[in-house]
């Protein structure tokens, strides 16, 4: 059992930044992706980014530019930069692990508020 722990939410102005941060109790090397998912009251979870093992990686359109992910497998970590936020990225960002393509193992969330 692998646990993900996130930290980094909070409360920022719009075109702010804000690091996401997600451990994980385990090596991350087992894993062939992690990402992070956003969810909205009443809306789905939408992926935002993932990397995978290797390296490459994969965002929405909506936050190419803006957010970039990376991980460090040392530390089993990964690590959501997000800048230039935006009202509309407001949402609780989940850190999931994929032993192959759908998330195993998820994150208890972290609240991100962009204010206009």
């Known amino acids: 059992q692998v646990q993900l722990v996130e930290s980094g939410g909070g409360l920022v102005q719009a075109g702010g930044s804000l690091r996401l941060s997600c451990a994980a109790s385990?090596?991350?090397?087992?894993?062939?992706?992690m990402g992070w998912y956003r969810q909205v009251p009443g809306k789905e979870r939408q992926l935002v980014a993932r990397?995978?093992?290797?390296?490459?990686?994969n965002y929405v359109d909506s936050v190419k530019g803006r957010f970039f992910i990376s991980r460090d497998n040392a530390k089993n970590a990964v690590y959501l930069q997000m800048n230039s936020l935006k009202p509309e990225d407001t949402a609780v960002y989940y850190c999931?692990?994929?032993?192959?393509?759908?998330?195993?193992?998820w994150g208890q969330g972290t609240q991100v508020t962009v204010s206009s």
């Open positions: 999931y692990a994929a032993s192959i393509l759908l998330p195993d193992y």
């Open positions: 990397i995978a093992t290797g390296g490459s990686t």
């Open positions: 385990g090596s991350i090397f087992r894993f062939n992706a």
